[in-house]
């Protein structure tokens, strides 16, 4: 038996936090075949390229020949773009479903990465330190960090002198407004969660997911902890990196709200009689070379 298949995540953290992180990747190996059957991700027909901002692909440079961690992959779509630019790259999430059907859509889509089975915590154990010229992570996965200045710390070491960490996220301003439409959604934009870090877990039960798709069935409860930009920078400063962009942006890759219109971009936009309010964000922040 290999070590994944007993591997299990949250065990870097003790008691109620360790549960917490369990309870998420069971939940998240529940959501995956849901997510990989949906019209959302729409695997084989959606070109992967499209789930990065124009600004992101500006800022990540060319990845050509480089090293390139993707942390918290799921099902490797991002994943697959960043390889085809021809980068090396690895994919590592602690999902086994996820790990399991990002492998089969990267070999059906013909690219080669390396997918690795493990909580972002304990990465540096399995990727080893100082290997990577590209971290990227982001788009959904800050929010199931419960220690930020722990996963700061592993972003740093996992990266070489001279390289670069890149966050791609949902802006707290929209994780405020609620990433997806509650049941009593109307037209205004309402904030309905903190902004803020610092009242601890927030759970989510719910037979549903992001996704199109069929109801889950068992585990359907997780845990996310907000952080605000604020929260990151200073994380991100106190691990030793140092902050080169900061871009923020009032498009997504998908519209959260119907009456969103295409951009330019082919992201989503809402209307001109909104407020224009910043959706996603991407920083990019650097381990000086000694
Ligand atoms: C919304 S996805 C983000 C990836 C990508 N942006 C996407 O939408 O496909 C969140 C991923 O984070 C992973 N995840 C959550 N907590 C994790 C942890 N502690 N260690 C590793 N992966 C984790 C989940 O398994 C899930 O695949």
Redesign the pocket.
Known sequence: MGWECWYN??MSFDGEVGEM?RA??AN??A??PV?AASEF?AIGRRDPHG?FAPFEWHDLGDLAGREVV?????????TIALARQGARVTG????TA?VAEARRIAAEEGVSIEYVR??????VAHLGSGRFDVVY?????LC??PDLPRWAATVAELLKPGGFAYIAEFHPVLTALGTSPGPDDGPELLLRHDYLEGRGAVVRDSTYT?TDGPALTSATASYEWRHSLGELVTTLVRAGLRIDSLTETDELPWPRWARMTRAESGWWTLPDDDPKIALLFGLKASKPAP
């Open positions: 995540a949250g992180v998420n990747q998240w190996d959501r995956t997510h991700y789930w993707h942390l918290q992959c799921h099902i490797g779509i991002e590592l999430d602690f999902s996820a493990a909580d972002v915590h304990d990465a992570t982001g788009k959904g996965a199931y960090l992001y």
